[in-house]
């Protein structure tokens, strides 16, 4: 689970400022850590997902089925095929920082599962498993399968935290398998250009 | 939708800050307009009370003229006093205003013409209104009637009055007849909890009676002669500053204590704790203001000392940069120093020791005697030779390199060989090929020698051979070794086995007679078997043909 720091705002602020060489040593360093856990998530995309025949993406345009465009709404999107070369783009990471949350934190670093397909993968079934049991859908196990489905070919979840919402199938299951090295990692890269930052201004460490 | 994990993340407070700094605003707006309003409305209420206390007043100032004017008019001005005494009294014992006794005394007073009598008969309507369930406006109206010839007021009162006794009997006897049915109704009433409120109220009223001529008063003595306008103002202004003295006790209880101790603002809980006592606030404010001080007191203290701390902590700081500032600039000054100090020891000496060489150099034999010997008259090869070992004797390398190079070209000069030797083709070397022919030569030697060494180890076969050191024999002998590894390959092909010792006998007779003939005869009987197609074999070892 993400960790929080104080003062990190500042220490990026001066090391980019006054020591531009340590800031970007120290990103070399954490893009080294974060890749760890993307290029492991990567390596488990498979090809195709037993049982989903028809959820492989094809090649063909994808119209939604469901929806109309609308001139309120004319970019639908039809639901995402599934296709493992735009999954494992999707799986990177990013030292941007961004947008603060509902609860006032700001992340600094983080991993990211982009594509839809991968956001499926990662979280189909977190909800309700076998299938909404409101389903007013003429196909009730649908849902049902397309979840033992996932489940059969990436396995089960792996959780990062006690929540609910903290379980997930790629990139939560690497950074789950990753046992907190990549934490580790960056704070170590981040404690590393301080301290010689810190030497270099003739400040005790 | 993007799926991430946040690795690290902060916590930043200015959307927070934002949001309290405008509920602070809107709080601070809040109280304000409740300020404003509550000031609005208390003034509101004040003028209105003092404009009911002054109504009142003059209420009462009316009806009290209007009784004046009618016992004046009727001829009893000197009644008054009494008369509104009396009804004064009887307002404070009935409960009912004396405004409205008044209109009903005077009403009492024109029907009966007696002030005696009519305070008695406004007692006797008390006691029957309160008595029974009519208003005392419409029993005195009865009476009035009653007395004026008219009992009908009185039989529609329903109190046991009915038209036979009220025809055959004149009011003395009714009113004797209603005080008998009716009297400590009024008394009776008072005691009940109704009765007691009714009595406070009309109470309340004559106090306001009382505060609306004072202020009538007092507003007539402050504004002058700027008439009721500048008596309203008065007014406002009374109410202005007596709402901005209660809401500002209002303002301090109204506040979180809580709060305000997350603020750090201990004093204004302390005042918060104290006026949670209610009236104790009011009677403990030296206390009070006592403890708040003391509050405040701690709270400067305390910003006090964390302030001189860290005044305290940077003076440090500052001091402790400038000493070593100090002290990096003393160690790079020694540093300097020292290093000026060295090059000019190390000049010194070098100046000493070019001294010391000058001076050394006097003393040089050798110089001296080659210097002695350029003196002299030279040829120019032998002034090359001295001078080739003055540079030898100074250790002048390149100058002794030069001058060698003078030397020999001058000494071949001398000879007339050194043009010869130039203009000479360059001689072909001597040796080369040699080192093809040394290796053949070597190569033959080598196979010389094998040759030798295979015929001694022969000849120690043929003479020491035995079956017993036969294995050891064939062990030193590879050539052997593998001579007899053949024959045996080849008898084992044959089937050849050990037949142990044979021992043939030949005898001499017929055409063989000696051992010419013997061998003669074998070699037909093997050339016979070849040439028939039965190859013959040599075991060399056995000494046997096969």
């Known amino acids: 689970m993400p960790v929080e720091v104080k003062g990190l705002v500042e220490t990026q602020r001066a090391l980019k400022q006054l020591a531009p060489d340590l800031y970007k040593e120290m990103n070399k360093e954490i893009r080294i850590a974060l890749k760890v856990v993307v290029k492991d998530a990567q390596s488990k995309v498979t090809p195709n997902v037993i049982g989903l025949f028809n959820w492989q993406d094809k090649g063909q345009p994808v119209v939604s089925r469901t929806k109309a465009k609308t001139m309120m709404a004319p970019n639908l999107r039809a639901f995402p095929k599934y296709n493992p070369n735009v999954i494992r783009k999707g799986l990177t990471y990013s030292l941007a920082r961004g947008r603060r949350n509902s609860a006032g934190f700001i992340s600094f670093y983080r991993l990211l599962n982009k594509s839809a397909a991968g956001a499926i993968i990662e979280t189909a079934g977190r909800k309700n498993f076998n299938g909404d049991p409101k389903s007013q859908s003429n196909n009730k196990n649908a849902g049902a399968h397309f979840n033992r489905s996932i489940q059969g070919t990436y396995g089960g979840f792996k959780s990062i935290g006690n929540r609910p919402q903290d379980r997930g199938r790629l990139l939560y299951a690497a950074y789950a398998r990753d046992e907190g090295r990549v934490t580790d990692a960056v704070f170590k890269a981040i404690s590393k250009a301080e301290i010689t930052f810190r030497k270099r201004l003739g400040l005790a460490a | ?546």
């Open chain 2, 1 to 546: 939708m993007t799926i991430e994990i946040p690795i690290i993340s902060t916590y930043k407070d200015k959307g927070a800050k934002q949001a309290k700094s405008s509920l602070d605003k809107l709080g601070g707006t809040a109280k304000k307009l409740g300020l404003a309003l509550g000031l609005a409305l208390s003034v509101n209420k004040i003028v209105a009370f003092g404009r009911t206390s002054v109504n009142e007043f003059l209420a009462s100032e009316k009806a009290a003229a209007s009784l004046q004017n009618t016992l004046k008019n009727t001829g009893n001005f000197l009644a008054f006093p009494d008369a509104e005494a009396g009804i004064k009294n009887l307002a404070k014992l009935s409960g009912i205003a004396d405004d409205s006794l008044i209109p009903l005394f005077s009403q009492l007073y024109l029907a009966t013409g007696s002030v005696n009598t009519a305070m008695r008969d406004l007692n006797t309507a008390i006691d029957v209104s309160r008595g029974s369930s009519n208003e005392l406006g419409t029993v005195v109206d009865a009476l009035s009637k009653g007395y004026a010839g008219n009992t009908k007021a009185l039989g529609n009162l329903n109190v046991g009055l009915n038209k036979a006794y009220l025809a055959s009997n004149n009011m003395v006897e009714i009113q004797k007849q209603l005080n008998g049915t009716f009297s400590g109704a009024s008394a009776a009433y008072l005691e009940t909890y109704a009765g007691k409120i009714e009595v406070l109220n009309n109470q309340w009223n004559e106090t306001k009676e009382i505060i609306g001529q004072g202020l009538v008063i007092t507003f007539e003595r402050a504004t002058g002669n700027q008439g009721i306008g500048g008596m309203t103002n008065a007014m406002e202004n009374f109410g202005y500053t007596l709402d901005a003295v209660i809401i500002k006790f209002g303002t301090f209880i109204d506040e979180a204590p809580s709060f305000l101790d997350k603020l750090g603002l201990g004093f204004i809980s302390t005042i918060l704790e104290k006026s949670a006592e209610g009236w104790n606030y009011l009677l403990g404010v030296d206390e009070t203001r006592l403890a708040i001080q003391n509050e405040i007191w701690k709270a400067n203290t305390k910003t006090f000392e964390m302030a001189q701390k860290n005044a305290a902590d940077q003076a440090k700081r500052n001091k402790d940069y400038l000493a070593f500032l100090a002290k990096q600039k003393a160690l790079s000054e020694a540093s300097a120093k020292a290093a000026a100090k060295r090059a000019a020891e190390e000049k010194k000496i070098a100046a000493e020791r070019k001294m010391l060489e000058q001076a050394g150099s006097i003393f040089n034999l050798e110089e001296i005697q080659i210097y002695a010997a350029l003196q002299n008259k030279v040829t120019e090869n032998e002034k090359l030779r001295l001078s080739l070992q003055l540079a030898l004797v100074q250790e002048n390398a390149s100058e002794a390199g030069r001058l060698a190079t003078s030397l020999a070209i001058s000494q071949l000069q001398t000879t007339n060989l050194a043009e010869a030797i130039r203009k000479l083709p360059v001689a072909l070397n001597p040796f080369t090929g040699w080192s093809t022919e040394l290796d053949l030569i070597l190569l033959k030697m080598n196979l010389m020698n094998q040759l030798l060494q295979q015929q001694t180890m022969t000849g120690i076969v043929k003479a020491q051979i035995t079956p017993q050191n036969a294995a050891q024999v064939l062990a030193n002998a590879p050539i052997a070794l593998n001579e007899y590894q053949a024959i045996k390959g080849e008898m084992d092909f044959l089937g050849v086995r050990n037949m142990g010792s044979l021992n043939i006998t030949i005898n001499n007779a017929g055409s063989v007679v000696s051992d010419a003939d013997l061998a003669d005869q074998i070699r037909n009987g093997l050339l016979n078997s070849n040439l028939s197609g039965s190859p013959s074999s040599i075991g060399r070892l056995l000494g046997a043909f096969q």
